[in-house]
């Protein structure tokens, strides 16, 4: 199997994309792009820090996201499991990726930015859910945005209940009963523990 390791190689593979290609990359959100934040319920966002590479879920009611304006983005932090990973990774570099998806629709937005974190509680309140505020809010400044084309959600049949299998539920009780169970659970626990402390502290 041949290894691919330099952009010459790669593009011998894959050409250099048209002009015309380029030109869907925004550096803020267009008219759709609002749009389809404002429809959208659930987003994956990426970060990188010293923890290493994160892609986190987040989601709620369609329009959970707020749009301050055209570049700018607050997505807030709701009660999880507190292991605050990708939120570390913010504090540590501030880049971020989100990709963004809509159900039955086979669009996704993807947006490149740099994040900061914000606890001021007028904002935390406005993005309330449940009737409860936000525990934090992550505010976005956008560097790029642009829409996927429709092709991979199609490929994978998505939307299509016709290709879906039957549902399955993931047991976490299960998950913990047999890392529980490892003789070196200890270890991996105190090896776990000190890796997410280095990060956040």
């Known amino acids: 199997m041949g290894r691919i ?16 290609a380029f030109a869907k990359i ?5 008219a ?6 404002a429809g959208s319920p659930f987003l994956v966002l990426g ?8 892609l986190s879920p ?13 570049r700018t983005l607050l997505i807030p932090e709701r009660k999880g499991n507190q292991f605050a990973l990708s ?7 501030p880049r971020v990726g989100i990709l963004m998806i809509r159900p039955a629709t086979h669009e996704v937005l993807r947006i490149s930015g740099r994040a900061t974190l914000i606890d001021d509680e007028d904002v935390c309140a406005r993005l309330s859910a449940g009737g409860r505020p936000a525990e934090l809010a992550i505010r976005v400044e956008i ?3 642009a829409f996927h084309c429709v092709r991979s959600a199609k490929r994978a049949g998505l939307w299509d209940p016709e290709t879906w299998d039957e549902p399955t539920r993931v047991s976490f009780g299960r998950i913990y009963a047999e890392a529980l169970a490892r003789p070196e659970v200890e270890t991996l626990f105190d090896d776990l523990t000190e890796k997410v402390n280095a990060t956040l502290y």
Do not use: H, M, Y
Not at 58 to 70: E, R, T, Y
Not at 87 to 93: F, P, Q, R, S, V
């Open 143 to 145: 560097d790029r945005a």
């Open 87 to 93: 939120l570390a990774n913010i504090l540590a570099d």
């Open 5 to 20: 390791s330099t952009i010459d190689q790669l593009r011998a593979i894959i050409p250099e994309p048209s002009p015309t």
């Open 26 to 30: 925004r550096d803020r959100l267009c």
């Open 32 to 37: 759709q792009g609002t749009a389809f934040v």
């Open 47 to 54: 970060t990188v820090g010293t923890w290493g590479l994160e």
């Open 58 to 70: 987040k989601g709620d009611q369609p329009g959970f996201v707020g749009v301050v304006d055209d």
